[in-house]
């Protein structure tokens, strides 16, 4: 097990993944709520936040979800790269997922109706990438 002072590089990457998902929840998702709640009340019309069926809302819970999704294999992926594998090099692989996935929401669009897969492939692909590198190094290094 490398010393705690190495593992410094993957505690700022967590903190840094949790501050992304938070600022998803509290800030993307939630602002859009309160948002399109207010324009819905503008035109007379009533919001139904899960089953009404508007595209920004279900682009931005779609986003929220997705990140959500992925917060365990890449956490568990990050964490057994840096014990059994490479403290250094489980930092440079976390930082690059989690700045792929702030641009997760930017790629996938505002609508759900027009999400592009390709543009969203930019983020996804190499984020599996990203944990199955690190996933495969910490078996590596621990069998090897």
Same mark, same amino acid.
Request: glycine share 8%; charged share 15%; with cysteine.
């Given at each position: 097990?490398?010393?705690?002072?190495?593992?410094?590089?993957?505690?700022?990457?967590?903190?840094?993944?949790?501050?992304?998902?938070?600022?998803?929840?509290?800030?993307?998702?939630?602002?859009?709520?309160?948002?399109?709640?207010?324009?819905?009340?503008?035109?007379?019309?009533?919001?139904?936040?899960?089953?009404?069926?508007?595209?920004?809302?279900?682009?931005?819970?779609?986003?929220?979800?997705?990140?959500?999704?992925?917060?365990?294999?890449?956490?568990?992926?990050? !964490?057994?790269?840096?014990?059994?594998?490479?403290?250094?090099?489980?930092? !440079?692989?976390?930082?690059?997922?989690?700045?792929?996935?702030?641009?997760?929401?930017?790629?996938?669009?505002?609508?759900?109706?027009?999400?592009?897969?390709?543009?969203?492939?930019?983020?996804?692909?190499?984020?599996?990438?990203?944990?199955?590198?690190?996933?495969?190094?910490?078996?590596?290094?621990?069998?090897?």
């Amino acid at each position: 097990m490398p010393d705690l002072a190495q593992l410094h590089g993957p505690l700022v990457v967590t903190v840094a993944y949790f501050a992304l998902w938070y600022c998803f929840l509290f800030g993307l998702q939630t602002r859009t709520k309160y948002r399109l709640k207010a324009r819905y009340q503008r035109e007379g019309r009533v919001f139904d936040r899960y089953f009404g069926g508007d595209e920004e809302m279900l682009a931005v819970d779609r986003a929220v979800a997705n990140t959500h999704e992925q917060m365990g294999p890449f956490l568990a992926s990050l !964490w057994l790269f840096a014990i059994f594998a490479s403290p250094t090099s489980a930092t !440079w692989l976390g930082a690059a997922y989690v700045v792929l996935r702030g641009a997760y929401p930017l790629l996938l669009g505002r609508r759900v109706s027009k999400v592009q897969s390709k543009r969203v492939a930019f983020v996804t692909f190499p984020c599996y990438a990203i944990i199955f590198t690190m996933l495969g190094g910490a078996v590596w290094a621990a069998l090897g």
